[in-house]
C-alpha cells in the first residue's frame, strides 16, 4: 500500500496568498523528488532533495528534507494563477519508488 | 530534440485481452521507468530497467511484464487485463543511475490512457 502520505489533499488559496504541502514517508527515505503536474498532463520534475535538513529554493519554491529523512514540505510564497496542479513527492526506500498521494493546488485569481 | 514518447496514446481493451504499451526514452537516457496512475491518484511504480536490466518493480501481480530493448525502448505488457487496470501508465525515461536507485530526475512522457471494458 501507499507509504508516503501528503497533506492536505486539496488547498484553495487566493492569489498572493502562501500554500505548503506537507510529505511524510513510513520508512527513512534515501532520497525525494518533488514533481508538479498539471490538469491533463504528466508529472514535470522539479527538485530533488538528498541530504538531511537540506533546504533548496527555487525562486519562489522552497523544499525541505526532514532531519530523519523521513519528511519532506514544499513552500511556495506569494502564489500565482500559473502555480495551479498537483505537487507530488516521491521518495525512494529499499528497491522501491514512492509517490506521494498528492496535494491539488487551486490559485483563486 | 524529442522527449519522451509513448504510443498509443489511448486504449480500449475488453477484459481478459492482454496488451502492450511502448515508450521510447529520451536520446542517451538508459534508464526507462513505468508507473500506473489511476484517476485522482499517485503514479505507482511499476518497474525500472537500466542498461536492460530490471533494477526495481513495484507491488503488482505477474500479470505485470516488461523489457527493454537494446535501443533503451521499452515495453510494458498486462495480461489478463482487469476493469481496475484501467488508468494512465506513464513512462519515465532517465539518463543513468548514480549512487543510488532513482537518484536522478525522471522525464515523464505523455502517458497511455488505458480503458479496459
Known amino acids: 500500500g501507499q507509504q508516503v502520505m501528503q497533506i492536505p489533499q486539496y488547498q484553495h488559496v487566493q492569489e498572493g496568498e502562501d500554500f505548503t504541502t506537507y510529505c511524510n514517508s513510513s520508512?527513512?527515505?534515501?532520497?525525494i523528488q518533488w514533481y508538479k503536474q498539471r490538469p491533463g498532463g504528466h508529472p514535470v520534475f522539479l527538485i530533488q532533495l538528498v541530504k538531511s535538513g537540506e533546504v533548496k529554493k527555487q525562486k519562489r519554491l522552497t523544499f525541505q528534507f526532514g532531519e530523519a529523512k523521513k519528511n519532506s514540505s514544499l513552500h511556495i510564497t506569494a502564489t500565482q494563477t500559473t502555480d495551479v496542479g498537483t505537487y507530488f513527492c516521491a521518495g525512494v526506500t529499499g528497491n522501491q519508488f514512492y509517490f506521494g498521494t498528492g496535494t491539488s493546488l487551486t490559485v483563486i485569481p | 530534440d524529442a522527449g519522451v514518447t509513448q504510443s498509443p496514446t489511448h486504449l480500449i481493451k475488453t477484459r481478459g485481452q492482454q496488451v502492450t504499451l511502448r515508450c521510447s526514452p529520451i536520446?542517451?537516457?538508459?534508464?526507462v521507468s513505468w508507473y500506473q496512475q489511476v484517476l485522482g491518484q499517485g503514479p505507482q511504480f511499476i518497474f525500472q530497467y537500466y542498461e536492460k536490466e530490471e533494477r526495481g518493480r513495484g507491488n503488482f501481480p505477474d500479470r505485470f511484464s516488461a523489457r527493454q530493448f537494446p535501443n533503451y525502448s521499452s515495453e510494458l505488457n498486462v495480461n489478463a487485463l482487469l476493469l481496475g487496470d484501467s488508468a494512465l501508465y506513464l513512462c519515465a525515461s532517465s539518463p543513468y543511475l548514480t549512487t543510488g536507485f532513482m537518484n536522478t530526475e525522471a522525464f515523464f512522457g505523455q502517458g497511455t490512457r488505458l480503458t479496459v471494458v
Open positions: 520508512t527513512t527515505l534515501s532520497n
Open positions: 536520446s542517451g537516457h538508459k534508464s
